[in-house]
């Protein structure tokens, strides 16, 4: 399952946009990130499928959702206007985000071709 991050989990866990203007991933492995709300139809249909990439993905990519209705200064400090928002994080460089409900079969294709071949050739 995902785990629910708040602002300061997201700083403690993830990346203190507080303090550092620079993206710096403070996670041991890639990471998605599912911005939504209780209230948001494509949202619900996405959870699911996150949860179930969580489980398939475990050890590999963490996967965590913020509740934008609960979080309005982490949704604002990453622009987030419209939901579902998936932020990917890579283990290095820029995170990327895909906004809207995205099919299963592209959310895999994200993780592999740019989450864990990036995290693979830093193992290696």
Known sequence: MSEQLTAQ??????????KNKEWNYKGRVPAVIDFWAPWCGPC???????????????????????????????????????IPSLLFIPMNGEPRMAVGALPR????????????????????
């Open 9 to 18: 989990s997201f700083r403690e866990m993830i990346f203190d946009y507080e």
């Open 44 to 82: 619900r249909m996405v959870g699911p499928v996150i949860d179930e990439l969580s489980a398939e993905y475990e050890g590999k990519v963490n996967f965590y959702k913020v509740n934008t209705d609960e979080e309005q200064d982490l949704s604002g400090a990453f622009g987030i206007q419209s």
């Open 105 to 124: 079969k592209e959310l895999k294709k994200i993780i592999e071709n740019e989450l864990l071949v990036s995290h693979a050739v830093v193992a290696g």
